[in-house]
């Protein structure tokens, strides 16, 4: 048959054009199945409405990845009852079994009452919806996802790290952390000196003065949590001697020493002019932070992208109508 379609100049065209054709779209078709495999792992996991004081600013959400793959959720639409949108940034990624927490609008996008959420992806596809859920407790009440029910709860008092898994890291953003180094002294509960950067202190976080036995109490606390360790720094964007300290836990797994500061109740919080909120702090779960894959040692902080499985098919399917029309067209000269 294909020997008549070439005899016959006439249909030589539309037979390559046909090849071509269905070539790409079995490479297309390869890949969407793919690609929508990935993104229906994501899922709305937590969200609080309806927090305590102003909501403006306050309000916050939290996405997890169940599945055992890095997935890029940049340019994802989060999508309240009312159609308005908030874009999570392009180049976000989610970790194996980790968390997203979205940064909360500056204004209320969350009503208190009758209010839904759903997540779409950077192709508007629905990836997840929660039920039309309602908060009328101007309080640290959440609504979270347990057994694949929607329970509301009350954020529990903060209890000292423990080895346990009721605190599941959330995701390491890498671009934040311009530095790293080992912490060789402590002068008070909110300063510290990291060997090869210099004095840094904490931001948000005002510990009692030194000659307290509060302050003592503070600078024991920092000091048997970081001393002769490597931590990593956020550093603030204008205030090069300002961040938000990561210290380990254990070998996999870092926390925001600032916030445990708060939640211990060893400093107060002051929001200074700088890129941090500490009243997000104080009122969300502590941050714990895995490093993926393997935190020790450290080979990078960068994940490796993981390949797609249809990315070869999709090459070859290309390679196979680019020849297959270059042949036709040879044959076709003749």
Partial sequence: MLKKAIKNRKSVPIFGITLVLLFTWIALATSTAISASSDSDVEIYAFDQNPAGSDE???????????????????????????????????????????????PPPYQWLDNEDEFIILKDSKGKEVDRTPVLS???????????????WVFE???????????????????????????????????????????????????????????????????????????KKVYLDIDDFYILVAVVYIPYNETHFVNLNQLLLKEEYAEAINYPNEFNPDI???????????MPTPSPLPTLTPTPIPTPGFEFESLFAIIGILAAISIYLIRRK
Avoid at 194 to 218: Q, S
């Fill in 281 to 291: 702090w104080l009122r969300a779960p502590l941050e714990y932070i895995a490093l």
């Fill in 135 to 149: 908060d009328t407790r101007d309080d640290n009440s959440y609504w979270v996802l347990e057994d694949s029910k």
């Fill in 57 to 103: 600013g306050n309000e916050w959400l939290r996405l997890f990845n169940p599945s055992s793959e890095f997935l890029d959720i940049g340019k994802w639409i989060l999508e309240n009852g009312d159609g308005e949108k908030e874009t999570i940034a392009e180049g976000t990624t989610i970790y194996p079994f980790a968390w997203y927490d979205h940064p």
């Fill in 154 to 228: 009350m954020e529990e008092e903060f209890g000292k790290p423990t080895p346990i898994h009721l605190y599941t890291p959330k995701p390491l953003n890498t671009s934040k952390f311009g530095e790293s180094g080992i912490v060789i002294e402590v002068m008070d509960g909110n300063t510290i000196e990291v060997e090869g950067i210099g004095r840094i202190r904490l931001a948000d976080v005002n510990a009692p003065e030194i000659d307290t036995e509060k302050g003592k109490e503070a600078k024991e606390y920092v000091n048997e949590l970081c001393f002769g």
